[in-house]
């Protein structure tokens, strides 16, 4: 399995043994209030809010907090924040894309940098490894909602592009331009998805061994605890048996 898909595995774990879920609220309230200022606060007419909303649920963030975020939205004194992304290179060579919503861009670029070099890093140009990957919409659901055929009939008839299933689930990817109707007409066929999102998808990866996979995931984890910071990703590819010792 390519990396983009054992990295989700790892972090899901890591989130269901991780007592610190105010950081985690507190990163996709933001998502939420972004979305709903730059969409609709109405999450019918407004696709990327939808998303982050279904995300919040997913993570068990309380509805109450989930529409104080939509509504801080339409309020007048309410913080500007920038999406940026930014680009460097991890232990090994592998390429990370970094994905933050900041008011302050130089506080977040001083820090993400400061991170990458700590940890085995170096922060490149924007576009300096963009071009190892695609972006893509990402649809994701258990092993057991039915089998590989199952799936993969739902997700042509959906206008997917591409469908990997294993043990560790079904990972259903699509233009990320058709996300949204993708999305939809999969939960008609298949119910409610594990995940639905824009991702980057790798389009070459990068080989790790243990003590590489270990490096990794300390550069990883010590960006997304930059509270700016909304997503890593990474283009990592590992063999089982160096999953397994994780």
């Not at 019918?44 to 975020?69: C, F, G, Q, T």
């Not at 008011?103 to 990458?116: I, L």
């Not at 270990?214 to 960006?223: D, P």
């Amino acid at each position: 399995m390519a990396g983009h898909s054992k990295w989700a595995n790892i972090q899901h774990r890591k989130g269901r043994q991780d007592a610190a879920r105010s950081k985690l609220f507190s990163k996709l309230s933001k998502e939420i209030t972004v979305a709903a200022k730059l969409g609709d606060p109405d999450p019918d007419k407004n696709p990327r809010l939808r998303m982050a909303i279904k995300e919040a649920k997913k993570e068990s963030v309380p509805k109450d907090v989930i529409e104080r975020a939509v509504k801080k939205s339409q309020a007048g004194d309410s913080e500007d924040y920038e999406e940026i992304r930014y680009e460097g290179y991890g232990p090994g060579g592998v390429a990370v894309i970094v994905e933050a919503m900041t008011d302050n861009r130089n506080r977040t670029a001083s820090t993400v940098r400061s991170t990458f070099s700590k940890n085995g890093g170096n922060m490149g140009e924007t576009g300096s490894v963009g071009f190892m990957f695609e972006r893509k919409g990402e649809v994701v659901y258990p092993a057991d909602v039915g089998d590989s055929e199952t799936v993969m009939m739902a997700a042509i008839e959906a206008g997917a592009e591409d469908v990997e299933s294993g043990e560790d689930g079904h990972f259903i990817w699509c233009a990320d331009t058709d996300l949204n109707d993708v999305s939809t007409a999969l939960e008609k066929e298949l119910g409610e998805s594990d995940s639905t999102r824009l991702v980057w998808k790798p389009t070459t990866t990068t080989e790790l061994d243990l003590e590489g996979m270990q490096k990794l995931m300390k550069l990883v984890e010590a960006l997304e605890d930059d509270d700016d910071v909304q997503r890593v990703t990474t283009n990592f590819e590992a063999s089982d048996e160096v999953m397994a010792q994780l």
